[in-house]
């Protein structure tokens, strides 16, 4: 709360005559004056601590602007409420922003952030004092924006950090490089908090470790492919798989620590992973053409809930397969994962792109979707996957003729 207090100052403390709660707007003018306040005395690096290129100098005024809302958040000592997406990205990121300041962290295992999850996180966090929720590595589509409105007229500050293409409804308040160009998408969310992180105070050795692991996770060319990095990367993913909706990191930790359990995990995750790859790759149906189109049924392979999951095994199909053009699908009852080699995205195709059409032609057939450039995904109504499919290679095979 804001409070006026009246009375001497003395050498390390004030001798109060009186002390009254200031009624709510009053409170706020303090509230915003401080803020104002604690922003001018910040410091920050002139530029990214990580990676210098075109795209990180047009992003840094809103790593730094972010960077400075949490610093503030910190000193004003408002609950934080961090909500990261279950998978390497996400948890990386995670990983980082804690270390830099103290938040109630919890798993999100969907892209979309739902009336549901705003209203469970309102009773969490409470309404008092501005507190602060920052979504990580999801929640930048249209179809979070109805439950991020209910956080802000709860009162609450809303952080969002993510690199997934946004909704073009988006109030512009996020930190998104996909905002900029459809190639923004390859700086992950959990690179991006490691920038923030960077800036905030955490030691810059101990972030590019976990950025390396953030963009493992996500295929991102930005550090390379060093082989510790996608080990830990799936080792991340595969608990995620395997861990409720609403997990904290505390688990995570103690699993990275534990050099034993680790590289039990590592083995018996390359293993699943190998073994259903082979059962898809035994199941595949190949269009040849200037973009070659690759497709294979997932039932009987992908459990709900168990490890590897569909897109995992989709990603391990790709990497076999990904000589020259290449558009990758792995559907099952429910869902197309879809992934599009370089070759075909030069050539006009985009998994996003794919899913958002598919979403506004068959409204009635599908549910979701959406992705990056490279990588997406098509959340069907049951009994329909096959006839979106169907339409999803036709739209393909028309794109390439193109």
């Given amino acids: 709360m804001a409070v006026a207090v009246r009375g001497e100052t003395r050498e ?66 408002k609950e934080i409420l961090l909500r990261f997406h279950g998978d390497a990205d996400g948890i990386s990121g995670a990983f980082a ?44 589509n249209n179809a979070s924006l109805e439950a991020i409105s ?26 998104n490089p996909a905002a900029y160009s459809p190639e923004g998408s390859k700086y992950p969310a959990g690179y991006l908090a490691c920038e923030i992180a960077i800036a905030c105070g955490m030691e810059k050795d101990m972030a590019r470790k976990l950025a390396g ?12 492919m060093e082989k510790e990095d996608v ?31 680790f590289s039990s995990i590592a083995r018996q995750a390359e293993e699943s992973i190998d073994e259903a790859t082979q059962k898809a790759l035994a199941k595949e149906k190949t269009d040849e053409g200037a973009v070659r189109i690759i497709s294979f049924p997932l039932e009987g392979i992908v459990k709900k809930g168990e490890w590897p999951p569909a897109g995992k095994i989709t990603t391990s199909v790709f990497e076999k397969e990904k000589d020259g053009p290449l558009v990758c699908i ?5 869902s197309l994962i879809l992934r599009i080699s370089t070759g075909a995205v030069d050539m006009g195709l985009s998994a996003n792109e794919l899913a958002g059409g598919i979403m506004e032609s068959m409204p009635d057939f599908v549910e979701g979707g959406g992705g ?29 003729k193109v």
């Fill in 330 to 334: 792995g559907h099952t009852e429910r």
């Fill in 213 to 224: 692991i953030a963009c493992a996770g996500d295929k991102s060319p930005l550090f390379g």
């Fill in 97 to 140: 922003i804690t270390d830099v300041l103290r938040a109630k962290a919890f798993q999100q295992n969907s892209a979309v952030y739902s009336v549901r999850d705003a209203l469970r996180d309102i009773s969490t966090i409470g309404q008092e004092g501005k507190a602060v929720v920052i979504l990580l590595d999801f929640a930048s």
């Fill in 12 to 77: 390390n403390s004030i001798e109060s005559a009186s002390v009254s709660v200031l009624e709510e707007k009053d409170a706020e003018r303090v509230q915003q004056e401080v803020e104002e306040k604690i922003q001018k005395s910040l410091e920050f690096p002139e530029g990214p601590s990580l990676v210098e290129d075109e795209m990180t100098e047009k992003l840094w005024p809103k790593i730094a602007g972010t960077a400075a809302r949490i610093i503030i958040a910190k000193k004003l000592g």
């Fill in 372 to 400: 990056h450039a490279k990588a997406g995904a098509i959340r069907t109504r049951a009994g329909f996957a096959k006839d979106v499919l169907n339409e999803l290679i036709r739209r393909i095979k028309e794109k390439r």
């Fill in 231 to 261: 080990e830990k990367a799936m080792v991340l993913d595969f608990l995620a798989a395997h861990i409720s909706y609403g997990n904290n990191l505390s688990f995570y930790r103690k699993v990275m620590k534990n050099e034993s359990l």
């Fill in 150 to 175: 209910l956080l802000k007229a709860a009162g609450l500050e809303v952080l969002i950090i993510d690199h997934h293409p946004p909704g073009d409804r988006n109030n512009g308040e996020m930190l």
